[in-house]
T-cell receptor
Framework: GAGVSQSPSNKVTEKGKDVELRCDPI?????LYWYRQSLGQGLEFLIY????????KSGLPSDRFSAERTGGSVSTLTIQRTQQEDSAVYLC???????????FGNGTRLTVT | RKEVEQDPGPFNVPEGATVAFNCTYS??????FFWYRQDCRKEPKLLMS???SGNEDGRFTAQLNRASQYISLLIRDSKLSDSATYLC????????????FGRGTSLIVHP
């Protein structure tokens, strides 16, 4: 079956521009996560959606970052006024339910010039 | 202290060797434990869950020591294809279920 799909796979943007990253989770998965991974670093949690509950935004590094999940499926991560330190691979993962392992997409490699 | 800590390595071993990685976690309320594998420039993939009684999957054995708050991964008869970064993952119960990833341990298996 189809896995987690992320788009675009690569994004180069100028400092100060806004970007939108998209994630299509596995159908039927109720949990959706966004992480980011900088070069040589571990995965940093950003935001978590579980069913119809309010998202856990505790990992968002600043108010320039926001995310939404429409209809319990597709999610969009938006970064406003991008900075060079936002350059990283942004990984989306979904899970069938609370407590299960995560299935990751291929990620979006964001480069801010 | 970081929530999940791993020795970054790299561990450089010959084919056929046995290698073990440890991971420590700081939150005693942690309830779920996993090992993921990440190949260079790829997404992490689940290697195995870690159960309280310990569990084995082929050449891979995972163990959990709740008293000392550490998890281990043992790889027997290493293959060239085992070369990757191994990520320790811990998740707390209650409230939001958010898996926390260690920075990973790099393994290089050479001929």
């Amino acid at each position: 079956g189809a896995g987690v799909s992320q788009s675009p796979s690569n994004k180069v943007t100028e400092k100060g521009k806004d970007v939108e990253l998209r994630c299509d989770p596995i159908s039927g998965h109720t949990a959706l996560y966004w992480y980011r991974q900088s070069l040589g670093q571990g995965l940093e949690f950003l935001i978590y959606f579980q069913g119809n509950s309010a998202p856990d935004k505790s990992g968002l590094p600043s108010d320039r970052f926001s995310a939404e999940r429409t209809g319990g499926s597709v999610s969009t991560l938006t970064i406003q006024r991008t900075q060079q330190e936002d350059s990283a691979v942004y990984l989306c993962a979904s899970s069938p339910d609370r407590g299960s392992s995560l299935h990751f997409g291929n990620g979006t490699r964001l480069t801010v010039t | 202290r970081k929530e999940v800590e791993q020795d970054p390595g790299p561990f450089n071993v010959p084919e056929g060797a046995t290698v073990a990685f440890n991971c420590t976690y700081s939150n005693s309320a942690s309830q779920s434990f996993f090992w993921y594998r990440q190949d260079c420039r790829k997404e992490p993939k689940l290697l195995m869950s870690v159960y309280s009684s310990g569990n084995e999957d082929g050449r891979f054995t995972a163990q959990l020591n709740r008293a000392s708050q550490y998890i281990s991964l043992l790889i027997r008869d290493s293959k060239l294809s085992d070369s990757a970064t191994y990520l320790c993952v811990v998740a707390r119960g209650g409230g939001s279920y958010i898996p926390t990833f260690g920075r990973g341990t790099s393994l290089i298996v050479h001929p």
